[in-house]
């Protein structure tokens, strides 16, 4: 079963999504919190696999309520709902640690597919609206170094100095890359001549290094540390 968490300052809200995921044989509502303090709670006493967190609540607001979710609760993983269709809202969400990002007007299928999503691991936003909202918003902490004609690293991109990109090998530095311009596993397979099994392996050991949950965090980290710039 996937537990569910659900906070928003609306009865009427919690209600409709309750009677949407409480259809489903897979999922389960393990609690209910009407703000950000209390979602904490919530997450201590009942840890989900999933909290739902409506963005903008009285007193703490769903940003600043999964910051502090996940910095008590590391494994802890929000989909931020909101009725706001702002590319600033997505990466400020993105930014302290939310898994995903859902419009209230979605339909029941759509919602029911993000926690199950999520639930199993991977991120809720497509590959192409991530890099969109992170190269609007990202500000790069490192000053691009340069890169030799032949290199064969993507536009927008450079090799970073060592001390920009940790543990990470040359191969994985450039399937990040790969994967900051919103490819798939099976594209940077095809990319880069590999299996996606491969692609995959990749992929978990640079999760593991920079110490991110999942690839949609590996690509803010990328960003902000200057792994990858913004274009122009």
């Known amino acids: ?8 300052d609306q009865a009427m809200v919690r209600v ?23 979602a904490q709670a919530l997450v201590r006493d ?16 769903g940003l600043a309520a999964t910051e502090q979710v996940i910095a008590a609760h590391p494994d802890a993983r929000v989909v931020i709902l909101t009725t706001f269709d702002d590319d600033e809202y997505v990466y400020e969400a993105l930014r ?19 926690v199950r999503v999520v639930a199993g691991g991977e991120a809720l936003l497509a ?3 991530t890099r969109r909202v992170i190269e609007r918003f990202a500000v790069p902490a ?18 970073p100095p060592p001390e920009a990109i940790g ?16 490819m798939s596993n099976q594209e940077i397979a095809k990319e880069l ?11 978990s050991h640079i999760l593991t290094k920079l110490g991110v949950r999942d690839r949609v965090q590996a690509v803010v980290e990328a960003y902000e540390s200057g792994i990858v710039i913004p274009k122009g």
Not at 1 to 8: Q, S, Y
Not at 96 to 114: E, H, I, M, P, Y
Not at 142 to 159: D, H, I, K, N
């Open 142 to 159: 490192a000053t691009p170094a340069t890169v030799p004609p032949s290199s064969p690293e993507p536009q927008g991109a450079y090799v």
């Open 167 to 182: 543990d990470l090998s040359e191969r994985e530095v450039e399937v990040l890359q790969l994967i900051a311009r919103g």
């Open 127 to 129: 590959p192409e609206v």
């Open 46 to 61: 009942h840890t989900p696999d999933v909290v739902l967190m409506d963005i903008r609540m009285p007193g703490m607001d």
């Open 16 to 38: 409709g999504l309750r009677m949407i995921l409480e259809a489903e044989n897979d999922i389960e509502i393990v609690g209910e919190a009407a703000d950000g303090a209390d």
């Open 193 to 203: 001549w590999v299996s996606p099994t491969t692609v995959k392996t990749h992929v």
């Open 96 to 114: 302290v640690g939310a898994s995903g990002f859902l419009l209230k007007s979605a339909d029941g299928d759509t919602l029911v597919n993000a």
């Open 1 to 8: 079963m996937i537990r569910v968490g659900l906070v928003d």
